[in-house]
């Protein structure tokens, strides 16, 4: 496992974060976001999607836990999971997404589909600081996304 830590101290900056971290996106990477309401994690989830030029449309008018984003390139799958439970996930279609090796999956709340994802992924836990400021701890587990995490390491400090 690697680690490393960043800081941010607005959320202008934590959107221009996803926007570096964006560039280093190959497709087929998970990534858990953790941390409390107001964090952080949905404006950075943006934020990776607005740097890609990415459009949201909706799985499903009903299906309000998984946002998919996409155009001719890349696919991007938002996931917010608060408050439901294993069971409760089970048959809402994510199926289809775990099929696909190339989409880019963000997961806040992810607890519930842990089980279901590959176990390469990149936790970013996001803890507050007081004020604006937020730290995000980045922890990898696996080759993937080891490899991931030093790539944002070095564009983050760009
Ligand atoms: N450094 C920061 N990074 C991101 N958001 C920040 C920051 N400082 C303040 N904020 C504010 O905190 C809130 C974060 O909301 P959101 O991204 O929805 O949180 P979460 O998804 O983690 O519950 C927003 O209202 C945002 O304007
Ligand atoms: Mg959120």
Redesign the pocket.
């Known amino acids: 496992m690697k680690t490393a830590t960043l800081l ?8 221009a974060l996803a926007g570096r971290f964006a560039q280093v996106l190959k497709g087929g990477e998970i990534i858990f ?1 953790r ?12 934020g990776v999607a607005a740097a890609l030029g990415l459009k949201s449309s909706p799985v499903s008018a009903s299906f309000s836990l998984m946002k998919e984003y996409k155009n001719k390139h890349v696919k991007l799958f938002h996931i ?1 999971l ?1 408050r439901l439970s294993e069971g409760e996930v089970f048959n809402l279609g994510f199926e289809e997404m775990l099929e696909d090796e190339r989409a880019i999956i963000l997961a ?1 709340w992810p607890d519930p589909i842990a089980q279901m994802l590959p176990a390469d992924r990149l936790e970013m836990d ?1 803890i507050l600081r007081g ?4 730290e995000i701890k980045l922890s990898a587990f696996g080759r993937v996304s080891e490899h991931l995490l030093e790539e944002l390491c070095r564009v983050s400090k760009m």
Not at 131 to 134: I, K, L, M, S, V
């Open positions: 941010t101290c607005s959320r202008a900056q934590t959107t976001l941390g409390p309401i107001g964090a952080g994690k949905t404006v950075f989830v943006k917010d608060f806040e996001f004020g604006d400021e937020r």
